[in-house]
């Protein structure tokens, strides 16, 4: 089972969000995805898991940790106005349209 701590966490009145550092421990367990991270941040800071944006996963070579960094919105709007359109898309919060 993954463990999640938080290293950092910064508050960004400007941006209406706060920027969060942490490091994911997965041993005996696959690498977590995006979503399962999303929800992992989501029990342990109290917000909704459709406002936090998981920007970046880095994994050490051999190891079964990994560092990353993701942003916690204050609403939807705000994170739709501020972040680029593959942010979005890789965290589910906005989908490709489909030509017919």
Do not use: C, W
Not at 69 to 84: C, Q, R, T, V
Request: hydrophobic share 30%; charged share 35%; glycine share 4%.
């Amino acid at each position: 089972m993954a463990e999640i701590k938080i290293e950092s966490s910064v508050e960004n009145k400007l941006l209406k969000r706060t920027e969060i550092r942490y490091t994911v421990n997965y041993k005996d367990s696959p690498t977590p995805k995006r979503d399962s991270i999303r929800d992992m941040l989501a029990k342990n800071t109290g917000s909704k898991a459709d406002l936090i944006i998981v920007d970046s996963n880095l994994q050490g070579t051999g190891l079964h940790a990994l560092k990353g960094y993701a942003k916690i919105y204050k609403d939807k709007e705000s994170a739709m106005l501020y972040e680029p359109d593959y942010e979005l898309f890789r965290n589910n919060l906005k989908t490709k349209e489909t030509k017919a």
